[in-house]
């Protein structure tokens, strides 16, 4: 049966069908769906994970049990999980194991660009990348048998494009397969320094071994072309750009497993053309290896290291026509980020900003809180770094830091990697405030549980980690819950944590106004009689709140009544609410 399918449910359907039983992942856009499509297969056990490390780390205990697992992440998650990534290269396998891992060229949302290639490379793995739906599923089931034939965990490249576009696929049904059976080999499966001496042998002749299969393997293949007078070398969403611009006008190399490459190959398609380019998004990563090879590709001279690359683009920078485009007839307004009206982080970030507070961010929706007209954030790194940014910070700066820097994380980032920062803050004596944003989903991601919320992740009842108790006893003597929609609450916590001469924690807590379950109130509406278009309400930056002909004005489709903006009116003129004091 043939179906249109999103590239990431591919995915799904591929583990479906190869006969993974256990997943284990980190919700990461573009990668979210994959664990959330194969979720919809009682046949596959599916958990969210605290964190990629974690996730991976499970996913192998579920292969050397004998079962085929899976876990899933973006690009930058695999820096979380490189630890037990570049070991496993050397303990291989039981039942296969397969890690999809999602770039995301452009950042659509990610705090940077990475070329998840490398990590097959430096960690000696095979890489497959796929540039449809019909090679994501197909791929999918071809990394289970590679992992077993070769003894090897297999890494599966996926991209915004390719995850996030439809196409058509060929379904078939489930291979059910019986375990296989687990013998103790410490040899094998204990990396201490005598036993990985003698695996890493075992690594370098099984990375020739795979090599010599990608010579004839199908996946990397020869389109001909009418005219050799360039011949093209691509991969995943670029080659759907080549063929768009190029038809079969030139001869492509495809390469659908981009670590290791077939060198003969690669040879023998460069000597059958008159002049080599490569297109690939991100870094020169077949262009180096093809320079390696003693060849003179054309290749980032052409095309740009930064960003998405796109048919027209290809076709230009190829010297081929380009589509006359239409331009709009007028020009759109911009559209910055925002957070969400009825956000329950909006009351506490015009609190940070309305006391001058430095603050050090974390990685999620709240990271939006750095955008105008709150501007309450100077530093996001990477998940969880906000509390140990925090210590350094005000180590270094001593109280005139820490009497006026703050480190804000979320609920789900505070599990992620936040957990180990508070526990060096508090072994370390920081004297510090630290801020959890707990919202109770994580929803950057697009609501995944995770284990705050005592709900797994199809939604059953599971284990809930209680934020309160885990700061205690980690010796945190002030721990206290806010309500964020409350502006002088708030006000008032943050002022006397700051003032506190020792480390401490405020929850903030209210859940997601997005929350299915989440009741709204009844929309506020602005008096125009009472509106003196001070512009005060504008200050907190919702969106459901706009200024229409000096007077302010709500919009009874946006807002849940949370009452905040009625706090800033001197004049009363938003009904509802709490009034300002």
């Given at each position: 049966m043939k179906k249109l399918i999103l590239g990431n449910a591919a995915v799904a359907r591929g583990l479906y069908e190869a006969g993974c039983a256990i997943a284990s992942s980190y919700p990461g856009t573009p990668s979210t769906e994959i664990t959330e499509e194969a979720a919809k297969f009682p046949e596959i056990y599916c958990e969210w994970a605290p964190n990629e490390k974690v996730a991976m780390e499970a996913a192998f205990g579920a292969s050397l049990a004998g079962k085929r697992a899976f876990c899933a992440m973006k690009h930058v998650g695999l820096n979380v999980a490189a630890d037990p990534l570049f070991t496993m290269s050397y303990t291989g396998v039981n039942a296969g194991l397969l890690i999809a891992v999602a770039d995301d060229p452009a950042m659509h949302s990610s705090?940077?660009?990475?070329?998840?290639?490398?990590?097959?490379?430096?960690?000696?793995?095979?890489?497959?990348?796929?540039?449809?739906?019909?090679?994501?599923?197909?791929?999918?089931?071809?990394?289970?048998?590679?992992?077993?034939?070769?003894?090897?965990?297999?890494?599966?490249?996926?991209?915004?494009?390719?995850?996030?576009?439809?196409?058509?696929?060929?379904?078939?049904?489930?291979?059910?397969l019986e375990a296989r059976p687990y013998e103790k080999n410490p040899a094998k499966y204990v990396m201490a320094p005598a036993n990985a001496v003698r695996r890493h042998p075992i690594v370098e002749k099984r990375l020739l071994d795979l090599a010599a299969w990608a010579e004839t393997a199908s996946v990397n293949r020869v389109e001909e072309g009418a005219d050799h007078s360039t011949g093209l070398i691509t991969s995943s969403t670029s080659y759907q750009y080549v063929k768009e611009a190029c038809g079969d006008r030139f001869p492509i190399l495809k390469l659908g497993m981009v670590w290791p490459l077939p060198e003969r190959k690669i040879r023998d398609f460069a000597a059958s053309v008159d002049r080599l380019a490569v297109v690939e998004e991100g870094d020169p990563f077949l262009e180096d290896y093809c320079r390696g090879l003693g060849l003179a590709p054309a290749g980032k001279e052409l095309f740009p290291l930064t960003g998405e690359l796109s048919q027209n683009m290809v076709a230009e920078r190829l010297g081929l026509p380009v589509p006359a485009g239409k331009?709009?007839?007028?020009?759109?307004?911009?559209?910055?980020?925002?957070?969400?009206?009825?956000?329950?982080?909006?009351?506490?970030?015009?609190?940070?900003?309305r006391l001058g507070c430095t603050v050090l961010g974390d990685i999620g929706c709240y990271t939006l809180g750095a955008m105008p007209p709150l501007s309450a954030m100077d530093m996001t790194l990477c998940m969880g770094a906000s509390i140990s940014g925090l210590h350094g910070f005000n180590k270094a700066l001593g109280r005139e830091g820490e009497g006026r820097a703050v480190a804000v994380i979320g609920d789900s980032t505070f599990v992620h990697s936040g957990m180990t920062g508070l526990a060096n803050a508090a072994y370390n004596q920081s004297n510090s405030t630290v801020i959890i944003l707990d919202n109770s989903i994580t929803g950057m991601t697009g609501h995944q549980q995770n284990p705050t919320t005592g709900l797994n992740l199809r939604g059953e009842p599971a284990g809930k980690l209680d934020l309160e108790a885990l700061c205690r006893a980690m010796g945190i003597r002030r721990v206290r819950v806010v309500d964020p929609y409350d502006l002088k609450a708030c006000g008032a916590a943050v002022k006397e944590e700051l003032a506190a001469e020792e480390l401490s924690v405020i929850i903030s807590r209210r859940p997601c106004a997005l929350l299915k379950y989440v009741e709204r109130k009844p929309a506020l509406a602005a008096d125009p009689?009472?509106?003196?278009?001070?512009?005060?309400?504008?200050?907190?930056?919702?969106?459901?709140?706009?200024?229409?002909?000096?007077?302010?004005?709500?919009?009874?489709?946006q807002c849940v009544g949370c009452g905040v903006c009625a706090q800033l009116c001197g004049f009363g003129a938003l009904a509802g609410g709490k009034e300002a004091e």
């Open positions: 705090q940077n660009e990475q070329d998840s290639r490398h990590y097959a490379k430096a960690a000696k793995l095979p890489m497959l990348e796929p540039a449809d739906s019909q090679e994501a599923l197909a791929f999918t089931k071809l990394a289970y048998e590679l992992s077993e034939r070769f003894d090897t965990p297999v890494l599966l490249k996926m991209c915004t494009r390719v995850a996030h576009s439809q196409s058509v696929a060929e379904l078939s049904d489930r291979q059910e331009a709009l007839e007028e020009a759109l307004p911009g559209r910055p980020p925002v957070m969400c009206a009825g956000c329950p982080h909006r009351g506490l970030f015009y609190t940070l900003s009689e009472k509106c003196r278009g001070c512009k005060a309400c504008m200050k907190i930056g919702c969106p459901a709140i706009s200024m229409e002909e000096g007077k302010a004005r709500v919009d009874a489709t």
